[in-house]
T-cell receptor, first 117, second 108 residues
Framework: GAVVSQHPSWVICKSGTSVKIECRSLDFQATTMFWYRQFPKQSLMLMAT?????????EQGVEKDKFLINHASLTLSTLTVTSAHPEDSSFYICSASAGTGILYEQYFGPGTRLTVT | EDKVVQSPLSLVVHEGDTVTLNCSYEVTNFRSLLWYKQEKKAPTFLFML????IEKKSGRLSSILDKKELFSILNITATQTGDSAIYLC????????FGAGTILRVKS
């Protein structure tokens, strides 16, 4: 149980284009979903927290107009990187929790490797 | 600012050895501490600890939390090459904060 999928697993896009990454909880309802990014040889950095049906809460330093998060249903959250630039190249990982906030275990998706050329 | 520090940063052992990974933290409004194993892709959940002194065990892995001294350890006994991974400690306070991880390499 507790499977989270992400799509796509990797994507290469040109500078200036937008990329959408999907995160789905396959066998449970995810009240809360989290988006992280991870640079090579570094740990995960939380970008934003989203609860179903409400606006995402972004961490300090994360541009909400650049990283659009939508949590439209209890099984799907999307992250759109708008007007991507090479410095946005990173490993993006989502996680989902069956509870509200961080009191519950988070289950991670397999990640999406984004390369912006 | 919330902080999670893991040690050692990396470790090389031989199969069969026992290893202890450390995680110390300073967070506001502590709720739980979590351990994850990360291989090539996203982290997989190992343990969640909320109470001091209660060991959690799964096969050859075990973990314990000391909320007074603000640290946790993850033990792996009889290590195998498949244990080679990055082990991440994360602490849930007002948000989930990850440590930098310990890179474990088990040589055959």
């Amino acid at each position: 149980g507790a499977v989270v999928s992400q799509h796509p697993s990797w994507v290469i896009c040109k500078s200036g284009t937008s990329v959408k990454i999907e995160c789905r909880s396959l066998d449970f309802q995810a009240t809360t979903m989290f988006w992280y990014r991870q640079f090579p040889k570094q740990s995960l950095m939380l970008m934003a927290t989203s609860n179903e049906g409400s606006k995402a809460t972004y961490e300090q330093g994360v541009e909400k107009d650049k990283f659009l998060i939508n949590h439209a249903s209890l099984t799907l959250s999307t992250l759109t990187v708008t007007s991507a630039h090479p410095e946005d190249s990173s490993f993006y990982i989502c996680s989902a929790s069956a509870g509200t906030g961080i009191l519950y275990e988070q289950y991670f998706g397999p990640g999406t490797r984004l390369t912006v050329t | 600012e919330d902080k999670v520090v893991q040690s050692p940063l990396s470790l090389v052992v031989h199969e069969g050895d026992t290893v202890t990974l450390n995680c110390s933290y300073e967070v506001t409004n502590f709720r739980s501490l979590l351990w994850y194993k990360q291989e090539k892709k996203a982290p997989t959940f190992l343990f969640m600890l909320t109470s001091s002194g209660i060991e959690k065990k799964s096969g050859r892995l075990s973990s314990i939390l000391d909320k007074k001294e603000l640290f946790s350890i993850l033990n792996i006994t009889a290590t195998q090459t498949g244990d080679s991974a990055i082990y991440l400690c994360a602490v849930a306070g007002n948000k989930l904060v990850f440590g930098a991880g310990t890179i474990l390499r088990v040589k055959s």
